[in-house]
């Protein structure tokens, strides 16, 4: 640390530490003047400032990008819905559709009946298709 005076309105000296934090805050406290070692204590500090902004722009294509994901999995849960409940649908309808009774009645508006018997084994002997 190094101690720099600074003179206060009444023509007191004051010692102070100044540390490479203070940097900005010693501008201030001049009037307007810039010297030398002010100019390469804010050079050293370009690349910490770089750095910085650096930081905050990842940080911010990083929230960008988790709130991307989060408007597509939620769109992908409404869609998984919509299809869970076409599939529901669908599926309750096939079950219904493929009763006997509502196949009986599809099959008698094209003219094929129902059978009202049972089924009859044809047997054939060996003789008789030899």
Do not use: C
């Amino acid at each position: 640390m190094k101690e720099e005076e600074i003179e206060i309105e009444n023509g007191q000296i004051e010692s102070q530490d100044v540390g490479e934090s203070n940097v900005f805050s010693s501008f201030i406290r001049k009037t307007g003047e810039v010297s030398n070692q002010d100019h390469a204590r804010l050079f050293k500090a370009i690349p910490f400032i770089i750095f910085l902004v650096g930081l905050a722009m990842l940080h911010i294509a990083n929230n960008h990008n988790a709130e991307n994901k989060i408007r597509s999995i939620e769109k992908m849960e409404k869609e998984l819905k919509e299809d869970r409940w076409e599939y529901m649908s669908t599926k309750s309808d096939l079950m219904l559709k493929s009763r006997q009774s509502e196949v009986a009645k599809i099959m008698e508006q094209t003219g094929i009946l129902e059978l009202r018997t049972p089924p009859q084994k044809i047997v054939i002997k060996k003789s008789e298709y030899q």
